[in-house]
T-cell receptor, first 110, second 115 residues
Framework: EDQVTQSPEALRLQEGESSSLNCSYTVSGLRGLFWYRQDPGKGPEFLFTLYSAGEEKEKERLKATLTKKESFLHITAPKPEDSATYLCAVLRYGNNRLAFGKGNQVVVIP | DTAVSQTPKYLVTQMGNDKSIKCEQNLGHDTMYWYKQDSKKFLKIMFSYNNKELIINETVPNRFSPKSPDKAHLNLHINSLELGDSAVYFC??????????????FGPGTRLTVL
């Protein structure tokens, strides 16, 4: 069974204090790894897809990287509006089920 | 423009009742999904339809029945509601369920509370 483990579960950052979120995965035949952002009371918002080890993608203050065992979401100089839960999910070849981790809850303090 | 929409946003009902949640997407996607997010915020897939055909049916009680009248709509009907059904239900859609890209786009969620 596909397994996705995210750490830390919760993180409090001062504004401007860069940090990284970890997503470790076990999947046989990774087709893609996805990062989503979820704000309270809202649906997950798509951020990135990574397909192969070594791939990196960036969007504003966020940068996602991928190895064969894990993915990192780096938040550079975060602002309070970056406060959210960040969800990682994997998709493997042969099925269409996104398997989600439990999320990293990030709070950025002004 | 709303990409994936769900109604209602909130649903409060008594145990034993039957209720439906509706979902519509205007992205032209072929595949639609229902997810359940429990109180611990864990998101788990329930069903998936591709062009009106059921392709994923996870271990979900028979009381839950999805229906797709066309590829832009996927509704979820729940019979004999139980306390444990209380959760947030998300609809999602994606362009390709085969070997291509599979970014899923989510609706705003329906918070179901069973009393």
């Amino acid at each position: 069974e596909d397994q996705v483990t995210q750490s830390p579960e919760a993180l409090r950052l001062q504004e401007g204090e860069s940090s990284s979120l970890n997503c470790s995965y076990t999947v046989s035949g990774l087709r893609g790894l996805f990062w989503y952002r979820q704000d309270p009371g809202k649906g997950p918002e798509f951020l990135f897809t990574l397909y192969s080890a070594g791939e990196e993608k960036e969007k504003e203050r966020l940068k996602a990287t991928l190895t064969k065992k894990e993915s990192f979401l780096h938040i550079t100089a975060p602002k309070p509006e970056d406060s959210a839960t960040y969800l990682c999910a994997v998709l493997r070849y042969g099925n269409n089920r996104l398997a989600f981790g439990k999320g990293n809850q990030v709070v950025v303090i002004p | 423009d709303t990409a994936v929409s769900q109604t209602p946003k909130y649903l409060v009902t008594q145990m034993g009742n039957d209720k439906s949640i509706k979902c519509e997407q205007n992205l032209g996607h072929d595949t639609m999904y229902w997810y359940k997010q429990d109180s611990k915020k864990f998101l788990k897939i329930m069903f998936s339809y591709n062009n009106k055909e059921l392709i994923i049916n996870e271990t979900v009680p028979n009381r839950f029945s999805p229906k797709s009248p066309d590829k832009a709509h996927l509704n979820l009907h729940i019979n004999s509601l139980e306390l444990g059904d209380s959760a947030v239900y998300f609809c999602a859609s994606s362009q390709d369920s085969g070997l291509g890209r599979n970014e899923q786009f989510f609706g705003p969620g329906t918070r179901l509370t069973v009393l």
